[in-house]
């Protein structure tokens, strides 16, 4: 375990520089207007939005969800100083900017956008370890860092291909790159660091058998295997062989989850945010597991992973980030969360679902994925419509007992608690 290293002070909240208060509002504009669009088919206003409906969800909504919370989070896992100005405005423009161009059409200059809003964060954390003013992040970032690689790739491989420089391998290759290649992993690494904490699971960073809460060595090399079996998934995609893939990822998903996300065990705290965390667990291990088990209808299993395991997660934590990083009491994240939303969301992924037994596109289809984006739109409507004024607004000052000076903001950390030593593997 070595040697604990003496703990760096957490830097100061500066609360309108934090990147979720910007960005999480603007995923949500742009996940409303990518999901809209099913609606505005079914009205015959538009022709079939398949790929303007994909880029936007994946290259806007997740996209300012994920940077809405590394850039806010990663000052807490490195000890390092919080975001500057410069880094949520050029995050903020160029999410903005990928999205508009995939709205309109234009392939490449979406692609190359979000190339460039994924060099934000690893600006940020270079600009912050070169100046020695961080420490090492925990292992769990290897699959963050290999994901963003990945996704870079995906990206440039889609610019390429919309300017019809090369062809894809197979239809919206690079956008699947950036689904499977960059956001899954994202999404296993991240949820196996928080997931099991903002349950309150016992011991939640402790990977049964293999590693302790603070032990690197063991970690670090079950994710890079992790990392290389998801590379190996993407390399027998684009040689045309998407069910050995599948299986790949259903095994490695399936490890992490019940291995490091600990899936087997309930909840320790039994609220809104816990139950959709882990709900969200359990629907990407199904969804994976149907990629692999219905291969004539791949969308199915990939809704219910995108859908239901990215949507329920990214609800959950985006909630704890809201109410937590603003200052206020946790009692608030279950009215935050609501339980609108959760049965919203599930209703929307239910008769998405349902609508992949219906054939090929029809008339009746096409009315089911409009409910199905209605309902969507809805529930995010609904968390929206609780979350966004809190994340917009500054935090409430906190309370001081007589004769104490007054405190200028809140410092909180956007997880749990910080680091308990540097060099450990996470939070606690």
């Given amino acids: 375990m070595g040697i604990p290293l003496p703990v760096r002070e957490a830097p100061k909240v500066v609360p309108g520089r934090e990147p979720y208060r910007r960005l999480f509002p603007l995923g949500i504009a742009i996940g409303l207007t990518g999901v809209g669009l099913w609606i505005a088919h079914a009205a015959g206003w538009i022709p079939y939005p398949g790929n303007p409906h994909a880029a936007l969800l994946l290259l806007g909504f997740q996209q300012c969800f994920i940077l809405g919370f590394l850039m806010t989070a990663m000052p807490a896992f490195l000890h390092a100083p919080h975001c500057h100005p410069e880094e949520l405005a050029a995050a ?3 999410v903005a900017a990928a ?42 970032f290897i699959l963050v860092a290999a994901g963003f690689v990945t996704g870079m790739v995906g990206a440039i491989w889609m610019s390429g291909a919309a300017a019809g420089l090369w062809v894809e391998p197979s239809p919206r290759f690079g956008l699947r790159l950036i689904a499977f290649g960059m956001i899954l992993p994202v999404v296993l690494g991240v949820g196996g660091l928080l997931v099991p904490t903002f349950m309150a699971m016992r011991e939640p960073l402790t990977i049964p058998g293999l590693a302790r809460a603070h032990e690197r060595g063991p970690r670090r090399a079950l994710y890079l295997l992790v990392v290389l079996l998801l590379v190996g998934a993407v390399a027998l995609e684009g040689r045309g062989l998407p069910i050995a893939a599948a299986w790949v990822r259903a095994l490695v998903g399936s490890a992490l989850l019940l291995w490091v996300w600990k899936l087997f065990r309930l909840p320790g705290r039994a609220d809104r945010l816990s139950y959709s965390l882990w709900s969200a667990g359990w629907l990407l291990f199904a969804g994976l597991w149907l990629g692999v088990l219905v ?21 959950g934590i985006a909630t704890r980030i809201v109410v937590r990083h603003g200052g206020y009491p946790l009692v608030l994240e279950s009215r935050v969360i609501g339980t609108a ?14 609508s992949e037994s219906l054939g090929p596109a029809g008339a009746t289809k096409t009315w089911f994925l409009a409910g199905a984006a209605a309902a969507w739109m809805a529930a995010w409507g609904r968390w929206a ?42 939070v606690e």
């Fill in 92 to 94: 903020f423009f160029l």
């Fill in 99 to 140: 999205a508009i161009s995939a709205l309109v059409g234009w392939g490449s200059a979406a692609g190359l956008f979000y190339v460039g809003s994924l060099c934000v964060p690893i600006w940020m954390a270079v600009r912050r370890i070169a100046g020695r003013q961080a420490g090492p992040p925990p292992e769990e």
């Fill in 295 to 315: 291969p004539a209808r791949p969308l199915l299993g990939e809704h219910v992973v995108f859908l239901g395991g990215f949507g329920f997660l990214t609800l």
């Fill in 341 to 354: 939303a959760l049965v919203l969301l599930g209703l929307a992924l239910l008769t998405r679902a349902f």
């Fill in 385 to 426: 419509w609780k979350a966004v004024p809190l994340a917009l607004r500054l935090p409430p000052p906190p309370k001081n007992a007589p004769g104490q000076p007054a405190m200028t903001g809140p410092a909180p950390v956007p997880v749990n608690v910080a680091p308990p030593v540097r060099g450990s593997a996470g």
